[in-house]
């Protein structure tokens, strides 16, 4: 299986929005709404940011949004903030019962 | 709160098994409620799910992996295992432990920095 396919880089200023894209088939993606997102610092674990294609867990920002059209998922950071300048990986439960990581998207805040 | 903690060999030479054992605290490794998951990170490079094993031992493994890795439970110890054969220098990375629900990884261990060589 192939890794879900998420943009390299991205890039904003403090105070607006980028989105992320994750891209996946019919047999993750598209086939389930499981799809989760994890931000992970520099040396630090990954952690858990959206669930189930749009829900924040206790905690986490309302900054944070997810969304999800076809085979394709989304990640929205609003009012962007330095501490937000992250790796950021999708991820995807799939038709054979397992999960699959995006390639991982760098985030700088410029 | 739950939180999960690696440990193992962080030299492991080619060819030979890589062991590495998660430590579950604050809640019980065998509630039916959740999967208990192996993740790595190659340096430098991005999350690739291992597999991960239910409380009654049902497992389910990454298709590029699945020849060479077992996950198994000791509940005695509220710990699960991950072993890893025949490596080699590509098997280099942090080795992450964390409980899935729902498809869902939360939380996670620190990470475990094992290299092959």
């Known amino acids: 299986q192939s890794a879900l396919t998420q943009p390299a880089s991205v890039s904003g200023s403090p105070g607006q929005s980028i989105t992320i894209s994750c891209t996946g088939t019919s047999s993750d993606v598209a086939g389930y709404n499981y799809v989760s997102w994890y931000q992970q610092h520099p040396g630090k674990a990954p952690k858990l940011m959206i669930y189930?294609?749009?829900n924040r867990p206790s905690g986490v920002s309302n900054r944070f949004s997810g969304s999800k059209s076809g085979n394709t998922a989304s990640l929205t950071i609003s009012g962007l903030q330095a501490e937000d300048e992250a790796d950021y990986y999708c991820n995807s439960y799939t038709s054979s019962s397992t999960l699959l990581f995006g390639g991982g998207t760098k985030l700088t805040v410029l | 709160q739950v939180q999960l903690q690696e440990s193992g060999p962080g030299l492991v030479k080619p060819s030979e098994t890589l062991s590495l054992t998660c430590t579950v605290s604050?809640?019980?490794?065998?509630?039916?409620?959740?999967?208990w998951s192996w993740i790595r990170q190659h340096p430098g490079k991005g999350l690739e799910w291992i597999g991960y094993i239910y409380y009654s031992g049902s497992t389910y493994y990454n298709p590029s992996l699945k020849s060479r890795v077992i996950i198994s439970l000791d509940t005695s110890k509220n710990q699960f295992s991950l072993k890893l054969n025949s490596v080699t220098a590509a098997d280099t990375a942090v080795y992450y432990c964390a409980r899935e629900r729902y498809k869902r990884l939360d939380p996670w261990g620190q990470g475990t920095l094992v290299t092959v060589s």
């Open positions: 189930d294609v749009s």
């Open positions: 604050g809640g019980s490794i065998s509630s039916g409620d959740y999967y």
